[in-house]
């Protein structure tokens, strides 16, 4: 089992840049798939980034490629998401999520473990 906690968020101005961070518990965060998904007031959870339990392999939704990277340290037990040139639209609630597949990144039914959130606001 994996507890995750989310730091990073805030409030910035368009075309600004955040980094977030999730930190996890436990000595086998290596072993975890990780995950970064969003969710906007009144709409669905969606993925953003997902990254391979060796930080070798990355996947990304079409509307942060380019703009966002994931990362990992596993030595620090730490995921992270870089968000830059951050738009209006990327306002959300940032959650990371952990999970022991491989396959369906995208799809957050196959995260076992997710974080509390943490705010992210995009002004214009």
């Known amino acids: 089992q994996v507890q995750l906690v989310e730091s990073g968020g805030g409030l910035v101005q368009a075309g600004g840049s955040l980094r977030l961070s999730c930190a996890a518990s436990g000595r086998t965060f290596s072993s975890y798939t990780m995950g970064w998904f969003r969710q906007a007031p009144g709409k669905e959870r969606e993925f953003v980034a997902a990254i391979s339990r060796s930080g070798s392999s990355t996947y990304y939704a079409d509307s942060v490629k380019g703009r966002f990277t994931i990362s990992r340290d596993n030595a620090k037990n730490t995921a992270y998401l870089q968000m830059n040139s951050l738009k209006v639209e990327d306002t959300a609630v940032y959650y990371c999520?952990?999970?022991?597949?491989?396959?369906?990144?995208?799809?957050?039914?196959?995260?076992?473990?997710w974080g509390q959130g943490t705010q992210v606001t995009v002004s214009s």
């Open positions: 999520a952990a999970t022991n597949s491989v396959l369906g990144l995208t799809s957050r039914q196959r995260y076992d473990y």
